[in-house]
């Protein structure tokens, strides 16, 4: 891989990290004000989904900073697809009012993982040789 490949794909994946860190600092921040069920309003599964993602945030960021950066970008891509779902599931039809505004951003960062993915997965010039 080339040097500019390689800060593309450096850039790349610390804003992946940067986003998943935020959002554990986010749903850190439910426990510590609202206690261990901060989503209990929500349906059950929904609710066991969102307290998970404390810990699922952390574990992509570590795959994400770790020599497995492909892996932390697949983990990061299915992950936020699947928060998207299911937060655009509760504001629209559990009408959820408050998800709007996060619900944006989240799907914002969802373009950009999308738009961005295939450069953390270029293969390195090596692996063209070989």
């Not at 998943?20 to 599964?45: E, V």
């Not at 404390?54 to 950066?69: A, Q």
């Not at 655009?88 to 373009?111: D, K």
Request: glycine share 6%; aromatic share 12%.
């Amino acid at each position: 891989m080339t040097s500019r490949s390689n800060r593309e794909q450096s850039v790349i994946v610390t804003v992946y990290a940067l986003c998943f860190a935020l959002g554990a600092l986010s749903h850190a921040k439910d426990f510590l004000s609202y206690g261990w069920r901060p989503y209990d309003t929500a349906p059950l599964p929904i609710e066991v989904f969102w307290s998970s993602l404390l810990f699922i945030d952390l574990v992509i960021v570590g795959v994400l900073l770790s020599k497995h950066k492909c892996l932390g970008a697949a983990l990061a891509l299915f992950v936020m697809l699947t928060d998207v779902a299911i937060n655009a599931y509760a504001a629209i039809a559990l009408e959820f009012e408050n998800l709007v505004g996060p619900l944006v951003l989240q799907s914002i960062f969802l373009g950009f993982i999308l738009g961005t993915i295939g450069f953390v997965f270029r293969p390195s010039r090596r692996s063209k040789q070989s």
